[in-house]
């Protein structure tokens, strides 16, 4: 461990702990009984048939039955080494299947040429949205799926071990363990001008996260549901800032950020010359584990993101986000629900697609 590293985690904790201050108010949110959900709210998403997109769960049934098993072997291994892989697996994920559909596209390494002809960006990677996705997060892909390789070579594309990876992470994580539909192929292309816009940002507006959200071909239950994966992770000061110093160029913080929040955010995140390496939790009451206080959060005021507290203000999403606040099965539910359709965006099949034999590299690259 180096002593960078160490200081983060100490940072961490240290926050952790003044935020247990803050939990207590979320206690009395959620004992809150849920309220029914409009079915014009539960509706959305769900019209969509999983049957589009042509995944089985028995896909390498014949060519790599144990799959699931070798993937989750690694990130067993891989969860006690580094807790905090697993919602970086998670986050990366989501930044993969956003971007041109769920295709390892964001796994491809910035070519050395690239970075030294210029400063322009060239694979998804270079974009300033993925500049700080961990270098865990990659590592973890890459050796579960030299593990597969080494059982089932050349069989087993690399975005389908992310999407298992993913999963094995939420379940370490205290979260639904659920099957993942298998049979995507890796991109033969990772564009960096396919980033700008297809991603959530930390101060995105309702109508904004709807708006990507839709593009995807996913709604209002999905966005929802989806952002429950706040539960578990954490976020670079950068993104708290506005809110916790000037929030909309008030020189005030949010007025939506419950007063002991924004001041123990002030503590781990100065207005300037902060570490940049510096991170807060998403989820203040219980970081470490997937659950359904992130919701009881947002109740309570203690949503870390614009974007995620605007969930529980908004009359689109907050009957969702309140149900979801008062029941964990009903949480699990759905988000495993959207996993399975945010897993499914544009898949490549057939020749518009390869099976890469490390995750980083196109197949012909050379
Ligand atoms: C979010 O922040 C970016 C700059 O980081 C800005 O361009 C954008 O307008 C902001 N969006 C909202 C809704 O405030
Ligand atoms: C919680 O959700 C589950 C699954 O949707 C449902 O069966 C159960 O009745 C709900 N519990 C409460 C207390 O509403």
Do not use: W
Not at 40 to 58: F, I, M, Q, T, Y
């Amino acid at each position: 461990m180096d002593s960078s590293r160490g200081t983060r985690i100490r940072r961490r904790v240290t926050l952790f702990l003044l935020l247990l201050v803050a939990s207590s108010l979320v206690g009395t949110s959620r004992a809150r009984e849920a309220q029914p959900l409009p079915t014009a709210a539960a509706g959305g998403g769900s019209r969509r048939a999983p049957e589009r997109h042509g995944l089985s769960l028995d896909f390498y049934a014949k060519t790599c039955p144990a799959v699931d098993q070798i993937v989750a072997s690694v990130t067993a291994a891989r969860y006690k080494d580094f807790p905090a892989a697993g919602p970086a697996v998670l986050r990366l994920f989501h930044h993969d299947c956003f971007v041109e559909g769920c295709d390892a596209s964001i796994l491809i390494a910035p070519t050395a040429a690239g970075a030294a002809a210029s400063a322009a960006p060239t694979v998804e990677r270079d974009m300033e949205e993925n500049k700080n996705l961990p270098q865990e997060a990659f590592d973890t892909v890459e050796l579960a799926k030299a593990a597969v390789e080494s059982k089932c070579p050349g069989v087993v594309s690399c975005a389908d071990v992310l999407a298992l990876a993913a999963r094995d992470y939420v379940q370490q994580a205290g979260g639904p363990y659920y099957p993942v539909k298998k049979g995507r192929k890796d991109s033969k292309v990772s564009l960096a001008g396919k980033v700008r816009g297809s991603l959530p940002r930390s101060n995105s507006t309702v109508d904004e996260l709807l708006r990507v959200f839709a593009g995807k071909g996913l709604g209002t239950a999905d966005l929802v549901a989806l952002s429950g994966a706040h539960t578990v992770g954490f976020a670079h000061c950068v993104h708290v800032l506005g809110r916790i110093y000037d929030f909309r160029g008030t020189r005030r913080p949010d007025p939506l950020m419950d007063a002991r929040l924004v001041k123990a955010l002030r503590m781990s995140c100065p207005s300037s010359g902060g570490s940049a390496r510096v991170v807060v939790p998403f989820d203040v009451s219980t970081p470490f584990q997937f659950d359904h206080a992130y919701y009881a959060n947002l109740q309570a005021r203690l949503g870390l993101l614009g974007s995620d507290q605007a969930l529980s203000q908004d009359p689109r999403t907050r009957a969702m986000a309140q149900e979801l606040a008062g029941n964990k099965t009903r949480f699990f539910q759905a988000f495993v629900a959207s996993m399975d359709r945010m897993g499914s965006i544009r898949i490549k099949k057939g020749r518009k697609g390869e099976i890469r034999k490390v995750c980083s590299q196109h197949l012909l690259a050379v």
